[in-house]
T-cell receptor, first 119, second 113 residues
């Protein structure tokens, strides 16, 4: 399977625990995005990487959230001290961008998501 | 006001019906527009891009009115397999925000026999 993969697919944790999710983008894609989706809503942008550089972070991404893409390939999203309000589907997407000043949209392909439940 | 607004529905239509979804967006500088489809408990997938001139892909027709900041999707001859959530999506323009998709709430469609 050469699509975007995410692990784990499901995570149940207790409030206050830390969790980490992993995203493996399509191999030649240099752009990687994280989104969060709650029930009955569309996905909301969290953060964006161009290769290993994190170029944008949403205000939704509080200090408890951190994302990395150390080698410009896979990415991790960590949530510290989880809260019940963090319960959501965390989606990763990748695309083949054309650099920081790229002017062409390349389709974002989404992974299956990690469903987080905070008890 | 949300950046992208859709009627959440649900729309329940019989097979063969024609159904239309509407969407409005608030950022007049938005550059590109799309419809994504999301099946229950699955990831969103691109259905089609939306152009000012209007575009058609089989039974699906998308329209964009930049002056009114309005996007539409028309599905003709609905099939059972069209049952899904349809997400109106806007791409922010320029700078380091380029590539950030803003999604509407989604419109739920159920096609019944």
């Amino acid at each position: 399977d050469t699509g975007v993969s995410q692990n784990p697919r499901h995570k149940i944790t207790k409030r206050g625990q830390n969790v980490t999710f992993r995203c493996d983008p399509i191999s030649e894609h240099n752009r990687l995005y994280w989104y969060r989706q709650t029930l009955g809503q569309g996905p909301e942008f969290l953060t964006y990487f161009q290769n290993e550089a994190q170029l944008e972070k949403s205000r939704l991404l509080s200090d408890r959230f951190s994302a990395e893409r150390p080698k410009g390939s896979f990415s991790t999203l960590e949530i510290q001290r989880t809260e019940q309000g963090d319960s959501a589907m965390y989606l990763c997407a990748s695309s083949l961008g054309k650099g920081l000043s790229g002017s062409t949209y390349n389709e974002q392909f989404f992974g299956p998501g990690t469903r987080l439940t905070v008890l | 006001r949300k950046e992208v607004e859709q009627d959440p529905g649900p729309f329940n239509v019989p097979e063969g019906a024609t159904v239309a979804f509407n969407c409005t967006y608030s950022n007049s500088a938005s550059q590109s527009f799309f419809w994504y489809r999301q099946d229950c408990r699955k990831e969103p997938k691109l259905l089609m891009s939306v152009y000012s001139s209007g575009n058609e892909d089989g039974r699906f027709t998308a329209q964009l009115n930049r002056a009114s900041q309005y996007i539409s999707l028309l599905i003709r001859d609905s099939k059972l397999s069209d049952s899904a959530t349809y997400l109106c999506v806007v791409l922010n323009a320029g700078g380091t925000s380029y590539g950030k998709l803003t999604f509407g709430q989604g419109t739920i469609l159920t096609v019944h026999p």
